[in-house]
């Protein structure tokens, strides 16, 4: 699950580059992924970095594994519902608000949809994962 983001970034960096931005949603939906995904990597690479070594220490040491893993997945929940709330919050204000040298296109209400969709499935498996290593005893 940590590398979901990372993943996304190198499906949709191909994509962007075959659908070349022809002014569609698809095109606008991907530009977006990319923008979000190469910017991000700044803190996408770190909560995975913590969840992976949480991950590989759960073979010889649960309980610090379970903490370093969960405080990956927790990390990763937390950034993406800050993202995907300001992807809503960016679609749903007025265009005076928008800043006018913003690199990001402006979505139409189903493309935010369709940019929400993996950062939302992102987020709904990294609780599932919480959840399944605070199910098992220590």
């Not at 939906?29 to 992976?52: D, E, Q, R, Y």
């Not at 929400?116 to 499935?121: C, D, E, G, Q």
């Not at 709904?124 to 919480?130: E, K, P």
Request: hydrophobic letters at 60%.
């Amino acid at each position: 699950m940590a590398l979901l983001p990372i993943l996304l970034l190198v499906v949709s960096v191909p994509a962007a580059l075959i659908e070349d931005n022809r002014g569609t949603i698809i095109g606008d939906v991907l530009v977006t992924w990319n923008l979000f995904g190469i910017f991000g990597l700044v803190v996408t690479v770190p909560v995975a970095m913590v969840a992976l070594f949480g991950a590989a220490a759960l073979k010889q040491q649960f309980r610090f594994g379970r903490w370093l893993a969960s405080l990956g997945s927790a990390a990763a929940v937390i950034v993406f519902a800050a993202l995907a709330y300001g992807i809503v919050a960016e679609t749903v204000s007025p265009d005076e608000w928008r800043d006018p040298n913003s690199w990001a296109p402006v979505l139409s209400p189903s493309a935010a949809f369709l940019v929400l969709v993996p950062y939302f499935a992102i987020t709904v498996a990294n609780t599932y994962v919480i959840g399944r290593l605070w199910k098992r005893p220590a």
